[in-house]
């Protein structure tokens, strides 16, 4: 069975530029995590949904930050514009249920300069 | 508020040395999960291991064992005669069954297993 799968792995972008992030859970999984790890820190979520709702995006900037889970699958996350404190590790996670053990990609590196 | 802390930042064994991470928890809540990550250097954090706050049997799978304490808000994590591969950061994390069910992670703990 296919693991979550992020991508790009890598990003590295100008400051003001926008950057997207997309992210495919694991096939049947209705819940879908947007995290952001920044070195030496664990994650810190950014949005959870549940099939297709946001249920929770109350740590999402959302002057700059947006996402979107279209038919409860895939989902992007945007950053428009990206400033340089966003450079981080941006984790994808998927969970057959909103109580259980999370599914995590491999997370896309991105580099503001 | 729920929030988890692992004090310790990182940690430095040589192989075959038992190791246990510690993980103090603090929540309201009555009901309550609790879990362990693995993230090795290759950044894809994986599960270890999810309890519930009502079942506070220790769990052993191989060389890992697990030491709930509700009384101390503690969710402990062994590794018994440790190995190179167990080199990892290893996160805590806590999901509480009120309000929106946020998932909640410790700042990790490092581990450094030393041949």
């Known amino acids: 069975e296919a693991g979550v799968v992020q991508s790009p792995r890598y990003k590295i972008i100008e400051k003001k530029q926008p950057v997207a992030f997309w992210c495919n859970p694991i096939s049947g999984h209705n819940t879908l995590y947007w995290y952001l790890q920044n070195l030496g820190q664990g994650p810190e979520l950014l949005i959870r949904?549940?099939?297709?709702?946001?249920?929770?995006d109350s740590q999402l900037p959302k002057d700059r930050f947006s996402a979107e889970r279209l038919k409860g699958v895939d989902s992007t996350l945007k950053i428009q514009p990206a400033e340089l404190g966003d450079s981080a590790v941006y984790l994808c996670?998927?969970?057959?249920?909103?109580?259980?053990?999370?599914?995590f990609g491999q997370g896309t590196r991105l580099t503001v300069v | 508020a729920q929030k988890v802390t692992q004090a310790q930042t990182e940690i430095s064994v040589v192989e075959k040395e038992d190791v246990t991470l510690d993980c103090v928890y603090e929540?309201?809540?009555?009901?309550?999960?609790l879990f362990w990550y693995k993230q090795p250097p290759s950044g894809e954090l994986v599960f270890l291991i999810r309890?519930?706050?009502?079942?506070?049997q220790n769990e052993i799978s191989g060389r890992y064992s697990w030491n709930f304490q509700k009384s101390t808000s503690s969710f402990n994590f062994t590794i018994t005669a440790s190995q190179v591969v167990d080199s990892a950061v290893y996160f805590c994390a806590l999901i509480s069954t009120s309000g929106t069910y946020k998932y909640i992670f410790g700042t990790g703990t490092r581990l450094k297993v030393l041949a």
């Open positions: 996670a998927s969970s057959p249920g909103s109580l259980g053990e999370a599914f």
């Open positions: 309890r519930n706050s009502f079942d506070e």
């Open positions: 949904y549940e099939n297709e709702e946001a249920v929770d």
């Open positions: 929540t309201r809540d009555t009901t309550y999960y």
